[in-house]
Each structure stands twice: as C-alpha cells, then as structure tokens.
C-alpha cells in the first residue's frame, strides 16, 4: 500500500510540475506571439478589410500619405533646407576648391581662344597683361561668386517644391517596398521586441506557477 502511494504521489507531483511547465511554455508563446502579431499589424492587412462593420488595416499603410507629409515637412525644413545648402554652396570654401579649375579655364580662354578670335590681340597682349587679366577675372569672380550663388538658390527654391517631391515619393511607394524599407531598417528591434515579448510571456508564466503553488 505504501509502495502504490508513493506512486500516486510521485504521478501526481509529476503531474504538477508538467502542468507548471506547460504554463510557462504556453505563457513565452503567447508573450511572443502577440509581439509578432503586432508588429505584423503594423504592415497588414495591406488593404483595408470589413470585419463586423470596423475597417481594419496595417499602421503603415493606412497613413501612409500623413508619414510622407510629415517625411516632406522634415526633409524640407530640416535636413535639406535651402538655406543650409545656399550656405554651404556659397562658402568661400567652395570657391577655394573650384579656383584652380577656374585658373586653368582663363588660362585656356587669355592664351587660346581670345588669340584665335582676336589674332591682332595677341601682339598687344603679352605674359605680364594676360596674367593681370587673370587676376581681375579672379578678384572680380570672388566678390560676384556669392551673389550669383544666392540668386541661383533663391530662384531654385522658387521652382522646386523639395516637400512635394519627397511627399510624392513616399505616398507613391508600393505598401511591398515601404515595407521592405522599414523593415531593413529596424529588423533588429523588431526581433529583439519579439524575445523581449517572449520573456514578458515567461516571466507571467513563473509568476502563475509561484502563486499557485504558494495557494496549494
């Protein structure tokens, strides 16, 4: 009798702790699945769907156009404002890298090409007077490079709407490619809020096997 008591006992602690176990299993899975659900919810369904009169539809997709917009906002007014770039492009750094290109153009155009126009030129025109040419053409390009570059940049920003262009972009991406761009890009914190749902899920379980063997 003894003996088939302590069989039962042993089944029954077997038993207990199986149940313990599979709590726990069906706690990490159920952490882990909702996790992926929701993230796959941020994608899909791609179309919207009826399901008892509510319209149901991924995140993304269905604001795809406010993200473009908002995207345009910031792209325009705070990575590449006009402003920035005309400051950047009329730097007098800039000037300092175009200027020996510059040079060796007049270069081309005092010692070639104005002889070949003006071939009497050339027997008036020697070493030190093409050299002074070349100095006022410098020195008066230096003081009109600005200028000309903010006219430009003002009259670029007047015919180029950057807002636009970027909203159009990404409002018309297929539902497929944006997903693939976001995905690509936070893959990893996707799988980690995956494992991190997992371990939430686990840790639920233990806390439903404590208490329940601390209540029996």
């Keep these: 009798m003894n003996q088939l008591d302590n069989i039962v006992s042993l089944h029954t602690s077997f038993m207990h702790w199986y149940n313990y176990l599979v709590t726990i299993l069906l706690s990490t899975f159920t952490g882990w699945i ?9 994608f899909h369904p791609r179309y919207p769907i009826n399901i008892f009169g509510y319209q149901l539809q991924g995140i ?3 604001n795809q156009r406010k993200i473009a917009e908002k995207l345009g ?4 007014t705070e990575l590449l404002s006009f402003s920035e770039i005309g400051q950047k492009i009329t730097s007098t750094d800039n000037l300092d890298k175009l200027k020996p290109e510059i040079e060796k153009h ?3 155009f005092l010692n070639h090409k104005l002889r070949e126009v003006f071939p009497i030129l050339s027997k008036f025109i020697g070493v030190k007077t093409t050299n002074q040419l070349k100095a006022a053409f410098m020195t008066e390009l230096e003081s009109m490079f600005p200028t000309l570059m903010h006219t430009y940049m003002h ?6 709407n950057l807002e636009k262009i970027v909203v159009d972009k990404v409002a018309g991406f297929s539902s497929e490619k944006l997903e693939d761009i976001l995905i690509s890009i936070t893959k990893k914190e996707f799988q980690f809020l995956e494992v991190v749902g997992g371990i939430f899920g686990m840790f639920i379980g233990i806390v439903q096997v404590v208490f329940n063997i601390l209540t029996h």
Aim: glycine share 0%.
């Design 73 to 76: 906002q910031v792209v325009s």
């Design 106 to 108: 007049i270069d081309a």
């Design 60 to 62: 993304f997709p269905k």
């Design 34 to 42: 909702t996790t992926w659900i929701a993230i796959k919810m941020l």
């Design 155 to 160: 009259q670029l920003q007047s015919e180029i």
